[in-house]
């Protein structure tokens, strides 16, 4: 091997060396800007378990008594609409 090839392979491993630290750098700012992206959806994830979590109020569950009531209703007063547009009841 001659100095002149020598000296070449030298440059070409300091190249690749010098891309190799680039690529650490891209990946370590890529690891930090998913451990941020993971800590928000962690977060995010624990509200909504603390909603889930969370006993229904009072009125909630009176909203919900009067809309099964109210659908009830309906169901029966669409059924007598619909019988007595039939003819079965008179």
């Known amino acids: 091997m001659t100095m002149s090839e020598f000296d070449t392979l030298r440059a070409d491993l300091a190249g690749i060396r010098t891309d190799v630290t680039a690529l650490r750098g891209e990946f370590t700012a890529l690891r ?3 451990d941020g992206r993971f800590h928000r959806v962690d ?3 624990e509200r909504l378990e603390a909603k889930i979590d969370e006993k229904p109020s009072a009125m909630t569950i009176y909203q919900a008594a009067l809309g099964t009531f109210a659908g009830m209703f309906a169901v029966m007063a669409g059924t007598v609409v619909a019988l007595k ?3 079965i009841i008179p």
């Open 43 to 45: 977060v995010r994830l």
């Open 85 to 87: 547009a039939i003819g």
């Open 32 to 34: 930090v800007d998913m």
